[in-house]
């Protein structure tokens, strides 16, 4: 990918509140585009009906410059932010959105948070292979019975035991966990303490103690590797610590909210595909010897699709502007707190209308499991259930702009 310095993108909105790409930004946009479509998405199909991954894509990506996005070169990185990263993002969810998930579990919730809160140490030691495509990182913080109480239900434990930490317990639904070679993981080390009672580990897959329980097979996204992680009296040294003993707290709300933002643009880039076959097939195919385009009901929802499809890549877009300067430790409250919360929680519903209308516009042909149609409508549930569903996005938000309330 091509170099460049990075950007103020604040500067592009105008008193109108509205927000485009300049030249710089469309050029990486397109040059995501082009290798997506041209690498990636012959491997869609494959990875959707057999949920094999591909062992070449990862360095293949790297070698074209497409991790450590957000990661000075001088650990291996591209050096510009978090807008990049969504770009990136949204061309990958066009072509192969299995893929773009795996991409941005690696890029944001593992890569972007170590490089944000680990030490010169463990950035030296793990962000170079990382940044190459060499190693495959992933977040280990939903467990079993928890769910949206991600953090208050944690029953994973970490103690000091000499120069380690012996963790115990498991991480469930965790994307890459099958194929991860480093993990950034969460436990608790003092249970009295709550959701302040937590540190972030960086485990490798090597540890003695860790393994991955099971593999599960999804409905949707099925090429991007799921599974349950054991930790069984795991040993990780204690120089793996991340931060601070039981400021973990911190690292996960900050991370939650550029995550959160990270989902749009996956979003956005699915249901660009999605109107592009409408639009196509709503112009090939014929029915009472015209092509269905013709016909005002099928326009009338290919119409509804672009404009949910303009309103989603405008909210996105600020949105990514807004959470690129977010500092470390910031996020998890505030106005940025409920900006990407209502974002995702936009991009996820209107994925949802978009693809709905798109497999109406399809017919019987969108509903055969093999078509790519099909393959996207299968993807977008998850969308509105991760980084918390849209329940809890809406709590959020309204918890902010409730907050004065006695």
């Known amino acids: 990918m091509t170099n460049a310095a990075p950007t103020d993108y604040l500067a592009n909105f105008d008193d109108g509140g509205t927000f485009d790409l300049n030249a710089e930004q469309r050029e990486i946009l ?60 949204q061309a990958f969810g066009r072509w192969n959105h299995a893929l773009a998930l795996s991409w941005v579990a690696h890029e944001n919730l593992c890569v972007n948070n170590i490089y944000r809160n680990a030490n010169e140490d463990q950035r030296r030691k793990y962000l170079p292979d990382l940044c190459s495509g060499r190693k495959i990182g992933a977040l280990g913080l939903t467990e079993p019975g928890a769910g949206s109480d991600a953090l208050g239900s944690m029953r994973t434990t970490a103690r000091r035991d000499g120069d380690h930490y012996v963790l115990n317990g498991s991480k469930i639904y965790i994307t890459n966990g099958p194929v991860a070679d480093v993990l950034l993981v969460y436990a608790k080390t003092d249970r009295e303490r709550g959701a302040h ?35 069984n009296d795991c040993r990780v040294p204690a120089e ?43 112009q090939t195919r014929k029915q009472f010897g015209k092509p269905i385009g013709s016909f005002q009901m099928v326009q009338s929802m290919i119409a509804e699709m672009y404009v949910a499809v303009e309103t989603m890549r405008t909210f996105t877009y600020r949105t990514l502007a807004a959470a690129a300067p977010l500092e470390v430790g910031g996020g998890g409250r505030g106005d940025i707190h409920m900006l990407t919360a209502a974002s995702v929680m936009y991009a996820a519903e209107a994925s949802h209308q978009v693809l709905d209308k798109a497999v109406q516009v399809h017919g019987g042909s969108g509903y055969i499991w093999e078509s790519e149609i099909n393959r996207l409508y299968r993807s977008i549930k998850l969308l509105e259930i991760g980084a918390g569903t849209t329940e809890v996005r809406k709590l959020i938000i309204a918890g902010e702009l409730l907050k004065d309330i006695q």
Do not use: H
């Open 197 to 231: 009672g937590i540190s972030a580990f960086i485990v490798e897959k090597n540890f003695p103690g860790f393994e991955v329980a099971q593999k599960l097979e999804k409905m949707g996204y099925r090429g991007s590797q799921t599974a349950e992680l054991v930790f």
């Open 30 to 89: 397109d040059q995501a585009d082009r290798f997506a479509r041209n690498e990636l998405y012959p491997l869609a199909e494959k990875m959707d009906a057999e949920e094999w991954w591909p062992d070449d894509a990862f360095p293949k990506m790297g070698d074209a410059g497409f991790f450590g996005i957000t990661v000075p070169e001088e650990y291996g990185g591209v050096g510009l932010d978090l807008v990049t990263s969504g770009l990136l993002l």
């Open 240 to 282: 793996n610590l991340v931060g601070e003993e039981n400021k973990g707290v911190s690292i996960v709300m900050s991370g939650l909210d550029l995550e959160r933002s990270m989902i749009s643009p996956l979003c956005l880039g699915v249901a660009e595909r999605a109107l592009e076959l409408s639009i196509d097939f709503a």
